[in-house]
């Protein structure tokens, strides 16, 4: 063997040697800084603690892009859910005067709230763009009250890390991280193009995340829940049979 | 360089058993760092492309601007069946839904060839691998002679054995669209379809989310017909050969025939 093979092999050697422990490292600063996604598991977690990681350095305070009135979609186009049953339609009938979005887990003073107390919280009205993972996208404008708020006003405790946030429907729950919660774009909206939200779009309450893909803004949300540790819900990957459990990731920014 | 050593006549003039230690001293045909990024590129794009396609089932229908789904008129729709019931495809059928994994397996394999192409774009602006390899002379960009080069081309005519050690004119350009074009265009209109990253890398400039998205799409069609032709050529040139000089970087076997 020439001494130039010799040199490359030395050199390949000690390349893979500090990827590899630079790898090990970059896994161990994740975890320490809670940058490890729930469905960090299986092949595809590497690429997607990847995402996660460089999302958060990245990404943590920048703005979604808003829009101009002008920019406002004529023809939204409301993604179909799956049914939705009687003890909705009870609700619909009364004009969703009796809906209620429960807050719990780990904050000082667990609430209830009504559609009009929310609407008497400091609202945020922003244009925003809604994009699908399909591809498709459309522009409306969004009023709701930041989750921030919620967050604030129900005393989260410092050591909450995740909000899960469940639908009527008992399939659609979700849960995104600290930071995309108390981003100031982060709403629980009950408005949409200066009307009470249409049922098809996910009225009278849904989760609007700007900075996430259409199937992170569940309908129809009943209930927040503040916690440290999504292993407790559902099968652990941080979002329902609509989510992680149907193989689709828990991060959504991309 | 390449005239130092002739493959050809080492590997006639040797006996087999001076042949492993002469052909261990020539300067492969092909570096490592090369053949290793080809590789890992071409495996991360056909997982790119299949999964990608896999996405565009989803919602074959292309807009141009920022906004664009079924109720708006597209700007073209590619005439497949879909697998979400929602899209009219005129199919009586829809697909099963496969975007979970796709969308996993899109975004690894994104990780890797932009790691790959980072580590390829440095290596061959210090390495010298662009000077050397990639910039064509200045006297082959000559009309005349690129349109030499472009008959050849299109003649089918079977390169000459020099070219075995070097790439010509065409290639060199081909290949330099391909690195600095299409591959940080694919990119940046892929991050541009990010909704955490479209403040970093705008849409805008571009025509919008979806003129993105449509921007995306053609750029893969052009990667498609580079890929066709780059193997196309490989054939032309000599399958095994050229293959060998990608996997093992040896070009010391005598001409394959016809």
């Known amino acids: 063997m020439n001494k130039l093979s010799r040199r490359q092999i030395i050199t390949t050697g000690l390349a893979a040697t500090a990827a590899a422990s630079g790898l090990a490292v970059a896994g161990k600063l994740a975890g320490r800084y809670g940058l490890i996604p729930p469905d960090s598991g299986g092949i595809y977690g590497p690429g997607e603690t990847l995402t996660y990681v460089a999302q958060r350095v990245l990404t943590r305070h920048t703005l979604a892009r808003e829009f101009s009135q002008s920019q406002i979609s004529n023809d939204p186009f409301a993604n179909p859910v799956d049914p939705l049953g009687e003890e909705f339609q009870r609700f619909q009938s009364g004009a969703f005067v009796d809906w209620r979005l429960a807050v719990d887990g780990m904050i000082a003073r667990p609430a209830f709230f009504s559609v009009a107390e929310l609407k008497s919280f400091p609202a945020r009205t922003q244009i925003t763009m809604i994009g699908c993972e399909e591809g498709w996208t459309y522009i409306a404008e969004w009023t709701g009250v930041p989750l921030s708020h919620i967050l604030e006003l129900v005393g989260t405790l410092p050591q909450a890390r995740y909000v899960v946030y469940r639908s009527i429907q008992p399939e659609a729950w979700d849960s995104i991280d600290m930071a995309e919660a108390l981003h100031p774009q982060t709403l629980v909206s009950y408005g949409m193009n200066g009307v009470d939200l249409p049922v098809p779009f996910g009225g009278p309450l849904r989760m609007r995340i700007p900075r996430q893909l259409g199937y992170k803004n569940v309908k129809y949300i009943t209930r927040l829940t503040i916690t440290d540790n999504l292993k407790q819900f559902g099968k652990g990957l941080g979002s329902g049979e609509l989510g992680a459990e149907d193989g689709y990731a828990w991060y959504a920014g991309i | 360089m390449r005239l130092e050593f ?205 003129s993105a998205r449509t921007i995306h799409f053609f750029m893969t069609g052009f990667l498609v017909v580079f890929l066709l032709l780059h193997v196309l050529m490989v054939v032309l040139a000599g399958f095994r050969n050229r293959m060998r000089a990608m996997i093992s970087g040896r070009v010391t076997e005598p001409q394959e025939r016809v």
């Not at chain 2, 074959?60 to 495809?89: A, D, H, K, Q």
């Not at chain 2, 600095?180 to 209109?189: A, D, K, N, S, V």
Request: charged share 15%; aromatic share 14%.
């Open chain 2, 6 to 210: 002739d493959g050809y006549s080492v590997h006639s003039a040797c006996t087999i058993g001076t042949l492993s230690r002469m052909t261990e001293t020539i300067r492969p045909r092909h570096s490592l760092f090369v053949r290793v990024t080809h590789w890992l590129t071409v495996l991360s794009f056909l997982s790119l492309l299949v999964t990608g396609v896999e996405i565009i089932i989803s919602h074959p229908r292309f807009y141009w601007g920022e906004t664009g789904n079924v109720n708006t008129r597209p700007l073209f729709t590619i005439p497949i069946p879909s697998s979400r019931s929602s899209v009219p495809t005129g199919y009586g059928y829809v697909l099963p839904d496969q975007n979970g994994w796709s969308r996993y397996l899109h975004f690894q394999s994104a990780w890797i060839v932009a790691g790959t192409g980072l580590l390829y774009v440095a290596f061959g602006f210090f390495g010298g691998h662009f000077r050397r390899n990639l910039l064509p002379a200045r006297s082959d960009l000559s009309p005349k002679r690129l349109g030499i080069s472009i008959a050849h081309h299109l003649r089918f005519e079977r390169p000459s054995s020099e070219e075995a050690w070097s790439y010509n004119v065409l290639q060199r350009l081909t290949y330099l669209v391909v690195i600095f074009l299409c591959f940080p265009l694919i990119i940046w209109t892929g991050l541009a379809m990010s909704p955490a990253f479209e403040s970093l890398v705008p849409a805008t400039v571009l025509g919008g989310h979806q």
